[in-house]
Structures are given as C-alpha cells and as structure tokens.
C-alpha cells in the first residue's frame, strides 16, 4: 500500500466561494481518482487524472465545476467551485498501485457549504 | 451504461452467525471485483478482491465468490464479531481497459453482540 494525505480533512464553506483539496502520495503513481461520498451514499467517480494529461470526466461532472490538476505522480488537487449546499460531501482521491487495479483511498475531505 | 447492484442495503446478524452480501454487475467485460469495507468516517478499505480467473477467494473469515455466467458476486462474512460491523461496497472494474470503480449503493452490516 502507500501514504495518501488528503487536506484539510474538513471545511465549512460559504456558498459561492471555492475549496481547493490536496491529495499526496508518498510514491509515484501514474492513476489518481477523484470521488464524491455524500452522505450515507456510495462512492461516484467524478475524474480520473493521470499525469501529464487532462483529467478525464465522468457524466454529470463538469471541468468549470470540478477543475483537477496533476502537476506531478505523487500529487493532485481538485477544486469545488463556486460551491452551493448540494456541494455538501466528502470527497476522496485514490490511486493505484501496482499495475493490478487495486485501489487505495485518501482519509477524505469533508465539506460543509452554508 | 455500467451498473452494479448490491443487495440487501442493511443486514443486522447475531455475533458469530455469517453474513452474506451479494452484487450483480452488467458489463460481461469486468474483470476485476473489489470489496471494501468502510466504517463510520473513515476511508474505504480493500478487504478481498477477486479477479476473473477463479471462481473463489478466501482470506481468513472472509470468502468471495464469483459467477461469470450469471453476472454476480458475493462476500462472505463467517462467525461474525462486532467489529465486523460497517458499510461494506463492492465494485466492478475492467482491467486492461478504464480501470474505473463502478461501486454497488453499499450494505450496512450490524453485528450484534
């Protein structure tokens, strides 16, 4: 397995303004994922963002909304913008590791937008 | 589009009793089925995965298997303890291919002692 940081843990956010949440790995990774858990819900993928290339959206998740940078293998963010109530969720990252597929998570980001 | 079903949403057991919970995924070409166990705020952990290749998976007190004819997979809990306890997800995922996690909504399992 490997270290994944994931910051800050939590925020409350006012609607309308940004967050900007930060995934480090403590190896290189070519695969990162970005999801969003709401609350008692499953994980949906909303970006995979691989390095050196544009991150790849899923349906119903936009780049205006959702702009992901990859600057690096061990490191992306992702940015909720102009945030509203229903952007209220935890969101995770993930890498994989290993060739096989196999996918570790961040501890997550939990927002709150009042 | 790619789905996976998962079933039951919660599943309450007495301690040391087994618990099954089962995922039926739509795209013949998924190979590669992970579940994960996650408690109440923490991050999803991998317990057992599964690929195409085998029929049947065990670690310890947790089994997986998995029918390729019939499009569905499940996890096996046996003599269940409380710490068992949490949101269990399985996934589907295609590997060579997107390598993107279609999650199943999730099984909220109460072991109780």
């Known amino acids: 397995s490997a270290v994944i940081s994931q910051k800050p843990s939590r925020d409350i956010c006012q609607r309308g303004t940004s967050l900007t949440i930060q995934c480090q790995v403590d190896?290189?990774?070519?695969?990162m994922f970005w999801y969003r858990q709401q609350p008692g819900q499953s994980l949906t993928l909303i970006a995979t963002a691989n390095q050196g290339s544009e991150a790849t959206y899923e349906s119903g998740f936009v780049i205006d909304k959702f702009p992901i940078s990859r600057p690096n293998l061990t490191f992306s963010t992702l940015t909720v913008s102009n945030m509203s109530p229903e952007d209220s969720s935890i969101y995770l990252c993930?890498?994989?590791?290993?060739?096989?597929?196999?996918?570790?998570f961040g501890a997550g980001t939990r927002l709150s937008v009042l | 589009g790619e789905n996976v079903e998962q079933h039951p949403s919660t599943l309450s057991v007495q301690e040391g009793d087994s618990a099954v919970i089962k995922c039926t995924y739509s795209?013949?070409?998924?190979?590669?089925f992970p579940w994960y166990k996650q408690e109440l705020g923490k991050r999803p952990q991998l317990i057992i995965d599964i690929r195409s290749n085998v029929g049947e998976k065990k670690d310890q007190r947790i089994a997986v298997t998995l029918n390729k004819t019939a499009k569905h997979f499940s996890l096996h809990i046996t003599e269940t303890q409380p710490e068992d306890s949490a949101v269990y997800f399985c996934?589907?995922?295609?590997?060579?291919?997107?390598?993107?996690?279609?999650f199943g909504t999730g099984t909220r399992l109460k072991v109780l002692a």
């Open positions: 795209d013949s070409a998924s190979n590669y």
């Open positions: 190896s290189q990774v070519t695969m």
């Open positions: 993930s890498v994989e590791l290993g060739l096989k597929n196999i996918q570790y």
């Open positions: 996934a589907a995922s295609k590997n060579p291919g997107t390598y993107k996690y279609i």
